[in-house]
């Protein structure tokens, strides 16, 4: 299976168009991302997005740091006589990082997140690890 994912950082905005026959939308887009060795550049790559998708990728722009998905190809481009091949990511999603990205509201924020909010609202985990010490647990009967 090819699947690719990726976390990378918008080099060049998104550029939409539509097919000519069906008006289909794609996007497409530059990331960069860095190299697993330090001493490397980072390496930049083309992605391209298709229909609904291709409209929702056109809010990002230029510096957004985002995680995304997709199918990785493989083109064959001709320049100046010779042959070369160019990868290229298919997107089938993607997702913003950090606070500069476009966000929709069913998304937390993990930088601005406060643990403590979220365990007023619910229980405390003293009050579970109490729950836990007065059980009276049988380790002799665990089946595994």
């Not at 995304?68 to 999603?93: F, N």
């Amino acid at each position: 299976m090819n699947s690719c994912v990726l976390m990378a950082k918008i080099v060049r905005s998104p550029q939409l168009r539509y097919t000519q026959e069906s008006q289909l939308a794609i996007a497409e887009m530059m990331v960069e991302f860095e190299s697993i060795s330090p001493n490397n550049p980072p390496s930049t790559l083309k992605v391209i997005a298709w229909g609904n998708l291709a409209t929702e990728v056109e809010k990002y722009v230029e510096g957004n740091e985002v995680i995304m998905a997709g199918r990785l190809k493989m083109e064959l481009v001709e320049r100046q006589g010779y042959k070369e091949k160019i990868a290229e990511l298919i997107l089938s999603q993607i997702h913003p990082v950090g606070n500069n990205s476009p966000t929709p509201d069913n998304v937390v924020n993990l930088q601005n997140y406060d643990e403590g909010s979220i365990l007023e609202e619910d229980h405390t985990t003293e009050d579970h690890q109490e729950s836990y010490d007065s059980e009276d647990t049988n380790l002799d009967n665990i089946p595994f």
